[in-house]
């Protein structure tokens, strides 16, 4: 699980582990999602930007997100800003073919 050590998170906990985390098992075309705890919108995007950036996401046909140990939801605008930023970032074979 790649849990990203951010820049990102609280100015109270500089280089702390963001709550939220990806693998792709590349032999399956799986990109798994896993998330903990509290999970900001900054840790949100660049989690999305990470996995979305990596070049083993391009061979992905499906997903798995565990959301099941996370303590926050976004809010409406922030799915919004999620969408936006995922649609301009996401990589070409991945706009022929995959839902999101």
């Known amino acids: 699980m790649r849990l990203l050590r951010s820049r990102l998170g609280r100015a109270d906990t500089p280089g702390r582990l963001v709550p939220l985390g990806y ?5 399956i075309g799986l ?12 840790e949100r995007m660049a989690a999305m930007v ?3 950036r990596d070049p083993k996401y391009a061979d992905c046909s499906d997903a798995l997100m ?8 976004p809010k409406i605008g ?5 969408i ?7 990589p070409a074979a991945a706009r ?3 839902p999101w």
């Open 23 to 27: 693998d792709i098992y590349a032999d």
């Open 31 to 42: 990109l798994y999602i896993r998330g903990q705890g509290v999970i900001t919108q900054r």
């Open 50 to 52: 990470a996995w979305l």
């Open 66 to 73: 565990d959301l099941s140990d996370v303590k926050t939801t």
């Open 78 to 82: 922030e799915l919004r800003e999620v």
């Open 84 to 90: 936006a930023v995922f649609t301009q970032q996401k």
């Open 96 to 98: 022929r073919g995959w």
